[in-house]
């Protein structure tokens, strides 16, 4: 429990760190972004982004269940096992990312013209998208090999490493944005993050199995067919599930343009960097909880589970109540006033964000787990009734379709996976006047942030400051009071079962 522990604050704090990166990468460099390449180009930029991102799925959607088999593994004390898995990984990713780069250098020529990208754009968009698909590569190889430092207990280097190269990236693409390289030179930094990161992981595994041999055992070719098994479920999962998480601002460039696509990203910006911050701690918990689970099976993580879903849904709540309120002003002082967006429109990105991060969470559950194919086959289902209604919603409701059909997609399916993990596995089981008593106090909160953000929307800039500090003020505290409180219950609990097992032994 101890490793655990240590293990999961450790990536917890270097997470954190990220987002303090992150931050700067979104928020300071993104002015820049406009002021050197111009509204049109960056928003092409935007849209080309979000299909490179969205290609994330030729991991095969292996990189879940590879990790998940590793934290096992150890739960149960199976080095060997461990090791036979972290090989099938790494030798999958590393030939896969090279069919895959040569794929979208044949895919890239045909690039501007799906965009519709002006001309003048067109060949600096086309090298922009071979650059970001080849840090996409690494990135997935870099993924895999913090993922296997997280399941063995050991995620500080790996992680420090790569907050190091996103800063190294971000001077990088600065540089050369400076120096009028324009939007190439933005993907070279992506590509410089990944390379720093890829080295130093690469080079702190090797001196850890030098002090102690931990990749010493070659897996048989059952061990790939067993990961390969899984790819029918999870690789269509993950198809539809990243190109969902991913394609937002390019179905915005595609129905209403460019300068559309800016301001909708501005605004979601921060709701995201708020959403990471949140998923940061189910990330420091999932392959821990699934070494847990590895051990002592569902009924040995019970309590620990519902606390931890407790903290997360409370504090998504928090947060993008937060967001609600301090939208107006922030971009107002980032950008400019003419990037603002109406209020229903910060409400629903919110919304949408609550359930998107909600399902993540939810379904993720089951993958730590072990129902993988499970948590595929209904994650597929809740990605292609998000895509359907992203092609139906905007050109019906214009802007307001993309987050309705995050909403409606996402939202529906966690509800599903959280009652399935009750089902399944007898995990958050929540007596439902209790939930009914929750889910009321957090829709209160939301509407108290739209009230909020509402009445200061014709106050100066001072005023909404003020109001979003002190909102955020009493919402933070009551959520920190509240994790404090439910931490000494845990500790009052655990002295009882200490001294209850003691009376059982005399």
């Given amino acids: 429990m101890g490793q655990r522990g240590r293990a999961g604050m450790t990536n917890l704090f270097f997470s954190y760190l990220l987002q303090g990166v992150g931050f700067i990468q979104g928020f300071v460099m993104i002015p820049l972004y406009i002021h050197y390449l111009g509204v049109t180009l960056y928003g092409c930029w935007i849209a080309t982004l979000g299909i490179i991102n969205s290609l994330s799925f030729i991991d095969l959607g292996l990189a879940q269940p590879i990790g998940q088999r590793i934290a096992s593994s150890m739960g149960r004390g199976d080095t060997e096992e461990a090791s036979r898995y972290f090989w099938v990984g790494l030798s999958l990713f590393c030939g896969i990312g090279v069919v895959a780069w040569l794929s979208g250098w044949a895919v890239s020529f045909w690039i501007p013209s799906i965009l519709k990208i002006p001309s003048a754009y067109a060949d600096a968009i086309t090298m922009a998208f071979l650059l970001g698909a080849l840090a996409l590569v690494l990135k997935i190889v870099n993924d895999f090999l913090r993922g296997f430092g ?69 897996p048989p070719s059952g061990h790939y067919r067993s990961m390969l098994g899984f790819t029918p479920h999870v690789f269509v999962s993950q198809v539809s599930f990243r190109i969902t998480q991913q394609i937002d601002a390019t179905v915005v460039t595609f129905f209403l343009g460019p300068g559309a696509a800016v301001i909708y990203a501005v605004h979601k910006k921060l709701a995201e960097f708020l959403g990471r911050l949140m998923y940061s701690i189910w990330g420091s918990a999932l392959l821990p909880l699934s070494h847990m689970a590895g051990e002592k099976g569902a009924s040995g993580i019970r309590s620990i589970t519902l606390s931890i879903f407790a903290a997360i849904f409370s504090l998504l709540v928090v947060l993008y109540a937060c967001y609600i309120v301090i939208d107006r002003p922030f971009v107002s002082w980032w950008i400019s006033p003419a990037s603002l967006a109406p209020l229903w429109l910060v409400v629903a990105i919110a919304l949408a964000r609550l359930a998107d991060n909600a399902l993540n969470v939810s379904s993720e559950l089951h993958m730590a787990m072990g129902e993988i194919n499970f948590m595929a086959r209904y994650l597929t289902l809740s990605s292609l009734l998000s895509l359907g209604l992203f092609a139906v919603l905007p050109q019906i409701l214009g802007m307001a379709g993309i987050p309705l059909a995050t909403i409606a997609g996402s939202g529906s399916f966690a509800v599903f996976f959280v009652i399935a993990a009750r089902r399944n596995f007898g995990l958050l089981a929540v007596p439902p006047t209790r939930l009914l008593a929750v889910l009321g106090a957090g829709a209160a909160i939301l509407a108290l942030a739209t009230a909020a953000a509402a009445w200061t929307a014709i106050r100066t800039p001072a005023e909404q400051w003020v109001v979003a500090g002190v909102f955020g003020t009493v919402l933070g505290g009551g959520w920190i009071y509240l994790q404090w409180h439910q931490v000494r219950t845990f500790k009052h609990l655990s002295v009882q079962e200490t001294s209850l097992s003691g009376s059982i032994g005399s």
Avoid at 198 to 218: D, E, I, N, S
């Fill in 150 to 218: 997280m399941a063995i207990l050991r995620p500080g280097v790996p992680v420090a490493a790569l907050a190091l190269g996103q800063l190294l990236g971000l001077g990088v693409s600065l540089f050369l944005l400076v120096n009028g390289f324009g939007v190439i030179g933005v993907s070279i930094g992506l590509v410089a993050t990944e390379v720093f990161c890829l080295v130093v992981t690469g080079l702190y595994f090797a001196g850890l199995h030098a002090r102690q041999p931990m990749f010493h055992v070659w």
